[in-house]
């Protein structure tokens, strides 16, 4: 099976939040373009982020500036049924029915003003998800035009594996960060290694935690990073970007801030290259204990 192959940047921004950022139209435009001028030319949406407003704030400075368009990779995701005010199920499941995938695909070109969206991933394993068809839907839209390529975030080596075997999946959107490390153990890492393919990761400062959590693993690993950092010379969100890079499987890490100086930290981590005792370090600080 070919490998897809699509360039994203190392660091990805990413939208989540941007409803929370309140910008306006002019403000979400030079927010981009700043981006862009860090390097950072991919970002990341999906369907439901910001209760579904989150891809069409970003869409209407696309159209504001649309020659930004062609110098970035949209990515965005799609599956979850999320119940909202304008979507009253009841209750939050997830769908990768034929109809629901390709429904969302089109509100997401609409949202973001584009006639082709370079990644969608399906945002959560479905556990209804017949992959034949779901790869059928794939190729489809493919063919249509409407997206370049696919992949998946939070799934299994083996849901992974079950899809890829009928459509090639670009990458396998999970989280990692020095406060949540299962994909170090679960294979999820190893997987993409195995199939040279590049994980993107989420929440790699977890989610803020690592800043202003007071439980003990936080605090913990705030006080291990903080020494470190002091000593490259670095701050902490840097030593985080810097920690996950640092892995073999080459991913990218996606950030969460609307901060500019928080993507200028993130991205300042490209340059870093952590000792292998200083990112065990961070290992040991976060699980409480040494290495076997
Ligand atoms: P994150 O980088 O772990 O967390 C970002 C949060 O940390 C923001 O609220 C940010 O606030 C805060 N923060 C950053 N620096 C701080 C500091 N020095 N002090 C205090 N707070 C600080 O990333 P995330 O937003 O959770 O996730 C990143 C992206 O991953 C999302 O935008 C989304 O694209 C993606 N994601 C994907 C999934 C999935 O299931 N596939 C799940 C979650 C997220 P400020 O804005 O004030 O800096």
Redesign the pocket.
Known sequence: MPTPSLTLSPIVA????IVSWQLTVPERVRWIEQALELGITSF?HADIYGDYQAEAQFGEALKAAPSLRERMQLIT?CGIRLRSAQHPYRINYYDTSVAYVRAQVEQSLRNLHTEQLDLVLI?RPDYLMDAAELAQTFATLTREGKVAHWGV??HTTSQFALLHQHHPLLTN?VEL?PLQMNALDDGTLDQAQQLGLRPMI???????RL??GEDEQAVRVRAEMTSIANRYGINL?TLAFAWALRHPSRPHV??????MD?LRDAVAALNVHLDAEDWYAVWTASKGHSVP
Do not use: A
């Open positions: 990413g939208l989540w939040r990341d995701k945002h975030s939070n959107q960060s989420w929440s790699p400062l977890g989610g803020g800043f202003t969100t996606i950030t969460g801030t609307g901060r928080g």
